[in-house]
T-cell receptor
Framework: GQQLNQSPQSMFIQEGEDVSMNCTSS?????WLWYKQDPGEGPVLLIA?????ELTSNGRLTAQFGITRKDSFLNISASIPSDVGIYFC?????????????FGKGTKLSVKP | EAGVTQFPSHSVIEKGQTVTLRCDPI?????LYWYRRVMGKEIKFLLH????????ESGMPNNRFLAERTGGTYSTLKVQPAELEDSGVYFC???????????FGEGSRLTVL
């Protein structure tokens, strides 16, 4: 089946550092989404990207939809302890049914105060 | 406004037993989705309801899984008989009728011994 390769798998950083994670695929996606999952909670949407090349920010978070439509990255600037969690990229294939999202395996972020 | 609620939060059963998971979507959301995350792997799409109809069930693993949404409100996902590989976290999500953001529940963790 379709796969998203998300990296890194985990990150251990110091508070205040910037973070970058990305997802790549061999398939073309119409939509890229970035979610965060806190312990014991469900994924929550952070940023949605709908056009190739689109660069969108949400506070300290910035994400881009790759020009080739096969990749996306998420940057977090000046990390804080509450950024801890698992970050998932997700994409929707062209022709795929609405809500049939393909997820990456997640990037587990740990922030040391 | 109440979010997506799932029950139970955690279920431990023995191989061969039956388990039924329930999801109550956000009121007014016609779209309801089931996803599953097996330990260490990506979150995978199982199926999509629009009201009481199955719009896309391409992700259902096999016929041991049965999803229903009678009346177009809450949904159940039954696993019968459960196997060891069914262990994981089952997420339910719902969205507005037209191309809306998916709101996830906290998930139901299933452990099959």
């Amino acid at each position: 089946g379709q796969q998203l390769n998300q990296s890194p798998q985990s990150m251990f950083i110091q508070e205040g550092e910037d973070v970058s994670m990305n997802c790549t695929s061999s398939s073309i996606f119409n939509t890229w989404l970035w979610y965060k999952q806190d312990p014991g909670e469900g994924p929550v949407l952070l940023i949605a990207l709908y056009k190739a090349g689109e660069l969108t920010s949400n506070g300290r978070l910035t994400a881009q939809f790759g020009i080739t439509r096969k990749d996306s990255f998420l940057n977090i600037s000046a990390s804080i302890p509450s950024d801890v969690g698992i970050y998932f990229c997700a994409g929707q294939l062209g022709g795929g049914s609405q809500g049939n999202l393909i997820f990456g395996k997640g990037t587990k972020l740990s922030v040391k105060p | 406004e109440a979010g997506v609620t799932q029950f139970p939060s955690h279920s431990v059963i023995e191989k061969g037993q039956t388990v039924t998971l329930r999801c109550d979507p956000i009121s007014g959301h016609d779209n309801l989705y089931w996803y599953r995350r097996v330990m260490g792997k990506e979150i995978k799409f199982l199926l999509h309801f629009v009201k009481e109809s199955k719009q896309d069930e391409s992700g259902m693993p096999n016929n041991r899984f049965l999803a229903e949404r009678t009346g177009g409100t809450y949904s159940t996902l039954k696993v019968q008989p459960a196997e060891l590989e069914d262990s994981g976290v089952y997420f339910c999500a719902s969205s507005q009728p037209i191309a809306g953001e998916l709101f996830f529940g906290e998930g139901s963790r299933l452990t099959v011994l």
